[in-house]
């Protein structure tokens, strides 16, 4: 088990670049988490993954987001024409499907974004 | 829709001392609960989960949590703390309509001190 692996782990840029975040999950999980954790606050829900699905997205995910898993491994995060508001951590996760009880899930150390 | 409240955002203690971080929940089904902690720069660490069966979970480091329905709470204990444990902790609820999806209150900040 090598854990949940996100790269890269800082990123600056300048407003209006696009930025790209990758996340490796740990191997045997089948699903795979976004989240986006501003300073001061707990991780807000972006999105995840089923395999290569993605089951559901949060309001929070503008269409300048975009995330994808093509082959149900690794997953990318893109923002497009990035703005101030972007600054956070976007943090991934990944988890088993469980049965009747709920698999918890395990973070990789995020990608701190600042935009300049 | 569920929701998160941590009651305190800073808890100061000194070194040995007993802690309670509190969380309250709010949810119209049944629910599964956690407790991660966080240290500065690093992503977020389970501490324990209630998913069902015992009320009371433990923690190999020495904490636990206590489900309690009828106050919605799960509030985290530990009964002498180290300077090792400062970080920041965050409680997280989900249930099976949320797609196995957290939701995070805003977080306790646990300052030990010497």
């Known amino acids: 088990d090598t854990g949940v692996s996100q790269d890269p782990r800082h990123k600056i840029t300048k407003r209006g670049q696009n930025v790209t975040f990758r996340c490796d999950p740990i191997?045997?999980?089948?699903?795979l988490y976004w989240y986006r954790q501003t300073l001061g606050q707990g991780p807000e829900f972006l999105t995840y993954f089923q395999n290569e699905a993605q089951l559901e997205k949060s309001r929070l995910l503008s269409d300048r987001f975009s995330a994808e898993r093509p082959k149900g491994s690794f997953s990318t995060l893109e923002i497009q024409r990035t703005e101030q508001g972007d600054s956070a951590m976007y943090l991934c996760?990944?988890?088993?499907?469980?049965?009747?009880?709920?698999?918890?899930?395990?973070f990789g150390d995020g990608t701190r974004l600042s935009i300049l | 829709a569920q929701s998160v409240t941590q009651l305190d955002s800073q808890v100061p203690v000194f070194e040995e001392a007993p802690v309670e971080l509190r969380c309250n929940y709010s949810s119209s089904v049944s629910v599964y609960l956690f407790w991660y902690v966080q240290y500065p720069n690093q992503g977020l660490q389970l501490l324990l989960k209630?998913?069902?069966?015992?009320?009371l979970v433990e923690s190999i480091n020495g904490f636990e949590a206590e489900f309690n329905k009828s106050q919605t709470s799960f509030h985290l204990r530990k009964p002498s703390v180290h300077i090792s444990d400062t970080a920041e902790y965050f409680c997280a609820v989900s249930d099976w309509t949320s797609g196995s999806r957290l939701t995070f209150g805003e977080g306790t900040q646990l300052t030990v001190n010497p």
């Open positions: 191997s045997e999980h089948n699903r």
């Open positions: 996760a990944s988890s088993r499907t469980g049965g009747t009880s709920n698999q918890p899930q395990h």
């Open positions: 209630y998913l069902s069966g015992s009320t």
